[in-house]
């Protein structure tokens, strides 16, 4: 096992050299983190805590490049731990495909760092499909492509079929009650005019995103 850390190791010595130039030492710690992600009996803590150190890092270099002027090797640096992190989640969610908590905290990461809307949706996309049962989720990933993306019939769509895995969801139910009632009376009176989809968005989102599913 010591020899696949320290090759994982030695593959961050440019990174690493960029962020002791840049007056910060991780290398203790993450050595660390890859001992424990190879022990035989695996735990997702491990991703996350390994997740949120690479975030909490990458966070400390913004702030050192802005107090600092430091603007040197950002691919070098920034892009090395994104694809880190990224490589992280990947393999957390291989691991345990059903634990909402892992996906939940990947597409978190991806709206607040990232800001790849493209790339949320397809991870929406993607979770949905092997976790069915979680109410939150969909209603998240509902509520993101109608205020994110602005796709009124994406969000409907995933009311929709969230109602089909959920159906005592109170929650769900409601809204996709009204995402199928507004929907319809909005092409009735305004067919093919996107305008007409607002009062669905208006109503939809003041409802009851933020209630306990």
Known sequence: MGEY?????????????????????????????????RRRVKDKQDYLMYVKYETKLLELIWLRRKTKGYNDKKVEIEGAILQRINKLFRLACRNWPQASELWESRIHFVKKVEKNRTQVSSLYTRALQVITNVPSLWLSAAKFELEVISSVESARHILLKGISFNKNSAVLWHEGKVAQTVFKHAMIENPGEVSSMTCLKDILVHNTWLYAV
């Open 5 to 37: 850390v320290q090759q994982t190791l030695e593959e961050m010595t440019n990174e690493v050299q960029q962020l002791e130039h840049a007056g910060l030492k991780i290398v203790s710690r993450r050595k660390l983190f890859e001992y424990k992600l």
